[in-house]
């Protein structure tokens, strides 16, 4: 958006400089992208008279021009028509930058005759696209600087040009009173009524205009217009042209040109036609498809069904909101001329802008949203200026449709600006701040104007009243903070077992990963999953079409690009949650651990082994421990079908599984492109459960100051008992009293078999007993051993061995 200063103060009444203005948008949201100050350009040029002018010797062209400056008399050889004695002109010095021809002059011979310097025509200072002959100034002092007798005769010439970013959701600012407000209401000056005076129509206007029934609804709520006979289509006056050239536009004629001042003044486009073109009424309707229509930018666009056009008996005229068509736009020999002012809806503005891709200022504006109720006013004040500049006379206004209801209220809550933004702002400042933006205050409810349909609730009052007030005005302070006690918790209790989970995986020596919820229907095949509930609809890419069923998939693809760039060894975790359905509730969080390849580095002391079950097994207690999970846990054998199914195991509290760990399925490995070993473990955070007494501090340490006691058993079983049977049917003979129960030794083979009989092998436990309250006597303990030998004996079916 870009607007000049004197064009901003014919609606604000202000003598804030540039600087204070621009400091002033920037801090109101408005971001200033650029000023450009005409009067910088042209600082080095004066004014200087011509004494004599004769023909140049060798050229008949030029002519030798002996010159008046502030530095005396220099001769100047210029090729102008007019240039003449007498006259006053605009010097350009040797040493000065012309902008107009991007030139640094200096003294130079023109077919052999000395020239110091050049007298400038209007284009090659950057002020018009004249350049039939130089400046011809009608008044003015030798030496008087260029730049102040422009700002004496043509103020417009010096007008600073300012060009500030919009953001989508300010529409109302594409127009220069929209900006003009914003400032008023920050307090940079105050903002001069908009006078509006109905235009009486002189008789009966024939072109009608109507609007498609399916239209109304969606796409154009009001459509109107009027005829203006007898008009004088000309240049611009030179105000209107000076301005459209400063904000980049090129001046046409004075009937587009009204249009283009229009659709930055007040954000209202406009559009004209060529009343003699057009062949009968004007009619908004959906296009057919495949209709042509040769639009102003000279382009012909084939336009598809649904779009919305304005066609008359003879076909499409105008790409509806988005750009007129060549064949009745109006020219110089233009008499009479059809004014038309719409409201189109935003969203099918952008949507039939993008696929014809065509970008305007009209377009860039309806798909924002422009003030649906300033339409009919739009008009007026375009006929008036219709009327002033070309002459003619209106018709009575035509129209279809009726003013789209924007209206809404919010209530505004002075204590939330407290709340939400952090700046204590009275409430009669609120409401004087509110007021100024236009917005109708009717008690505690206040009414967005008809011009911000981004205002769409309580909040956004909020964010204008702190706008205007100034974000940079918010001070940091500290928290509020409880008078007394012990503050409460913030994280949730599973916050804080994440949180705690992450750290400890981390401290074992993990790296963490963060990889994406979806993955390949192959591998959630894999991994239990893949059904349908599970597919997503709309996936990114083929290879994330289903919810992830655990996390050891994304861990192993990791693993997989990482073993191809040449890193074996790895120790990869993650936390985040797993789907076993598609329903919002179908998912639980888990925190996954995976080991590759060795357990250490390459040393001479032969310390380097594969990793094992076991190193999962270590890692996942101790994660569990970190999160408090008991200590004495079954272990059993319901493992998923990744696992490998004679070197993993479940460790669970009763029906309830806490953690899966052992090594990946050698199967899984290769379909995932691993290559082993790999163990890993998986830890359901969720099912661990929490304490019963809810307190900020940690349980006090459980120690005993009583000595432990070991036993050794070593039983007879079957080659094909698991000692896990053994250990978990040990463990059940006094869970109070035994703390621990490990295997250190199994006998098997054919020695074992001689010894023991055939089909048969030895599997040593070792006992710990720990009391708490007293030593044990040998009776105690030989009762225990008892009960040891009692539950193994009959879990395993077999003996102990003598």
């Not at 929209?178 to 006078?195: M, S, Y």
Request: with cysteine.
């Amino acid at each position: 958006m870009k607007f000049t200063l004197s064009w901003l103060k014919d609606h604000l009444d202000t003598d804030a400089s540039v600087d204070e203005i621009a400091d002033a948008l920037t801090d109101l949201g408005l971001e200033v992208e650029e000023i450009v100050n005409p009067a910088a350009k042209l600082a080095p040029f004066t004014l200087a008279k011509v004494l004599h002018a004769e023909k140049h010797p060798d050229a008949d062209k030029l002519r030798v021009c002996n010159v008046l400056t502030d530095e005396g008399e220099k001769t100047i050889v210029c090729g102008a028509p007019n240039a003449r004695e007498g006259i006053t002109v605009v010097l350009c010095k040797p040493g000065d930058y012309v902008p107009g021809i991007d030139v640094t002059l200096g003294v130079g011979k023109i077919r052999g005759v000395e020239s110091h310097g050049m007298m400038a025509s209007e284009r090659e200072l950057e002020l018009s696209d004249e350049h039939n002959g130089i400046i011809e100034l009608p008044s003015g002092e030798v030496g008087q600087k260029f730049i102040d007798w422009l700002a004496e005769n043509r103020p417009e010439a010096v007008d600073p040009m300012i060009h500030i970013k919009i953001t989508p959701n300010r529409p109302d600012a594409l127009g220069v009173r929209g900006v003009a407000r914003d400032l008023a209401a920050r307090g940079l000056g105050r903002l001069k009524p908009l006078e509006i005076e109905p235009v009486p129509g002189g008789f009966d206007c024939p072109i009608k205009v109507s609007i498609d029934a399916g239209l109304k609804e969606k796409g154009c709520p009001l459509f109107a217009g009027r005829l203006i006979r007898g008009v004088t289509n000309g240049p611009s006056p030179a105000w209107l042209q000076s301005r459209l050239m400063a904000i980049g536009l090129r001046p046409i004629s004075a009937l587009v040109d009204i249009t283009n001042f229009f659709t930055y003044d007040l954000n209202r486009p406009l559009h004209v036609f060529d009343a003699a073109k057009v062949k009968g009424d004007l009619r908004i309707v959906p296009a057919q498809g495949g209709e042509e229509l040769l639009a102003l930018d000279g382009k012909t666009y084939a336009l598809r069904a649904g779009q919305m056009v304005i066609v008359d008996d003879q076909g499409p005229e105008s790409l509806a909101g988005i750009m007129g068509g060549e064949l009745s736009g109006c020219t110089e020999e233009t008499v009479d001329v059809f004014v038309e002012s719409a409201y189109w809806d935003p969203i099918t503005i952008a949507a039939t802008g993008r696929a014809l891709k065509i970008n305007s200022d009209a377009r860039y504006r309806f798909e924002r949203g422009v003030d649906p109720e300033f339409t009919l006013p739009g008009l007026e004040l375009a006929t008036q200026m219709v009327l002033d500049l070309c002459g003619g006379e209106a018709s009575n206004v035509v129209m279809d449709g009726a003013v789209p209801d924007t209206t809404r209220a919010y209530k505004l809550d002075p204590a939330r600006v407290i709340s939400l933004v952090g700046m204590d702002i009275p409430e009669a400042t609120q409401r004087e701040t509110l007021a100024a933006l236009g917005f109708t205050l009717d008690g505690d409810m206040v009414t967005p104007p008809s011009w911000r349909p981004d205002v769409l609730g309580e909040a956004d009052l909020v964010e204008e009243v702190a706008r205007i007030a100034s974000l940079t005005k918010l001070v940091g302070r500290p928290m509020a903070r409880e008078t007394s006690g012990v503050p409460g918790p913030v994280l949730t209790p599973m916050q804080v077992r994440e949180r705690m989970a992450r750290r400890t995986a981390a401290s074992l020596g993990y790296n963490e990963c963060v990889t994406y919820s979806f993955i390949d229907a192959k591998s959630a095949t894999l991994f239990g999953g893949g059904a349908e509930a599970t597919r997503i609809e709309n996936p990114i890419s083929s290879e994330m079409t289903h919810l992830r069923p655990d996390l050891l998939p994304g861990l192993l693809q990791a693993a997989a690009r990482n073993q191809a760039r040449g890193f074996a060894d790895m120790a990869l975790f993650e936390v985040g949650p797993a789907f076993h359905g598609g329903e919002p509730g179908d998912q639980h969080l888990q925190l996954a651990g995976l080991l590759v390849g060795a357990s250490a580095p390459r040393d001479p002391w032969g310390s380097r082994r594969p990793v094992d079950l076991y190193d999962a097994k270590a890692d996942a207690e101790a994660v569990l421990a970190a999160i408090g999970a008991p200590a004495k846990t079954q272990i059993n054998r319901k493992l998923a079908g990744w696992w490998h199914p004679g070197r993993a195991g479940v460790m669970a509290l009763g029906p309830k599984a806490l953690c899966a760990f052992g090594e990946v399925h050698p199967k899984v490995l290769r379909e995932m492109g691993v290559k082993g070993p790999a163990v890993a473990y998986t830890i359901w955070l969720e099912n661990v459960p929490f304490p019963k007494a809810k307190t900020p501090t940690r349980p006090a340490l459980a120690t005993s100051d009583l000595h432990a006691v070991e036993r050794d058993f070593a039983f007879v079983v079957d080659a094909g008992t698991e000692s896990l049977v053994a250990v978990n049917a040990a463990m059940g003979a006094d869970k109070a009293l035994i703390e621990a129960v490990t295997v250190f030794d199994q006998f098997t083979g054919p020695k074992a078999e001689e010894q023991m009989g055939a089909g048969k092998k030895s599997i040593a436990l070792a006992v710990r007993l720990q009391p708490s309250g007293k030593s044990l006597t040998d009776a105690e303990i030989e009762a225990v051993s008892a009960k040891i030998v009692e539950k193994v004996t009959k879990a395993t079916g077999g003996s102990l061995r003598s």
